[in-house]
């Protein structure tokens, strides 16, 4: 008598599940809401109500409109100026941290992501109390004599957006860049050495070039990270620290426009996926060199 097949068990069902949690999700809260964005950015808004019919109205008013291209450039230099400066700082904190040796080496490192666990607000709020008109910065120049009253250079305005999102972001390019240096083999700084050329010579010559794919890695991640921030701008942005993101955040709130605000989050997101490609084939071009 031939033997019948065991039903299917809770272990044998459990990879199938996991297969499709993989598909799930994603489908579910990334590219669900992108579809949802694209087709609501074919319709428009007449007096306060939604109309469901096709348009390109929304896409013809963005590349028209004198307002928002300016804006929408202004904003794409402003967050690759912070994706570099981020990279400058965060650079030689990277290095440092790979010349340490032991647990001192990987302490410092999670102390250096701990504000990656604080609010976010809270450390918008933190960096605007020291930029700020009363801020410590502004009462250290006044009690070293440097200026007679406060200035308000580095606060609502785009240089306070600008180095508001700097400092929040830093921690973000440290991990990318100390991991590419870590993976350089140190028998190619010892042969170099061994080759008659100096520290410098080394740094620029075998360090620098073998951490690129992770120092493109931390400026795609910033400034992906920058693009789509609206609450900086926001809170220490001001009137004349008005980004892309502000715009988007208004058509969904006080505009009540959500057709073009929908286009604008397309658009966005467009900049968004073709930075994070740049990127990673700049990596991998660079990567697949060593």
């Not at 319709?43 to 409109?65: C, E, K, L, M, Q």
């Not at 070293?144 to 972001?169: E, Q, R």
């Not at 900086?232 to 605000?261: C, D, K, L």
Request: hydrophobic share 55%; with cysteine.
């Amino acid at each position: 008598m031939s033997e019948r097949a065991a039903p299917a068990g809770p272990s044998a069902l459990a990879p199938w599940l996991a297969t499709i949690a993989a598909y799930v999700v994603p489908l579910g809260f990334v590219l669900a809401p992108m579809a949802l964005f694209l087709v609501y950015s074919f319709f428009s808004v007449d007096h306060g109500s939604i109309v469901f019919s096709p348009t390109i109205a929304n896409y013809v008013r963005f590349f028209t409109d004198p307002v928002f291209l300016p804006i929408f450039w202004r904003t794409c230099l402003l967050c690759f100026t912070v994706a570099l400066l981020c990279v400058l700082f965060a650079f030689p904190v990277a290095y440092f941290l790979t010349t340490l040796r032991g647990r001192s080496r990987y302490m410092l490192l999670v102390l250096l992501l701990v504000p990656l666990l604080m609010s976010y607000v809270i450390k918008i709020y933190a960096v605007r109390s020291i930029l700020g008109g009363n801020g410590m910065l502004n009462r250290a120049l006044l009690a070293t004599g440097l200026i007679d009253k406060p200035s308000m250079l580095f606060v609502f305005n785009l240089n306070a957006v600008l180095l508001t999102l700097t400092v929040l972001l830093i921690p973000f390019a440290v991990l990318p860049i100390f991991l590419s240096l870590e993976r350089i083999p140190k028998a190619l700084r010892h042969a170099s050495a061994d080759l008659g050329a100096t520290n410098a010579q080394t740094f620029w010559r075998v360090t620098v070039p073998l951490s690129l794919p992770g120092t493109l890695s931390a400026m795609s991640f910033v400034f992906v990270l920058a693009i789509g921030d609206f609450l900086t701008p926001q809170m220490v942005g001001g009137q004349s620290g008005f980004t892309f993101g502000r715009i988007i955040y208004s058509q969904f709130g006080t505009a009540f426009n959500w057709p073009f605000g929908a286009a604008l989050s397309v658009i966005l997101a467009a900049v968004v996926i073709l930075a994070i490609r740049l990127g990673g084939r700049l990596e991998s071009k660079h990567g697949g060199a060593k």
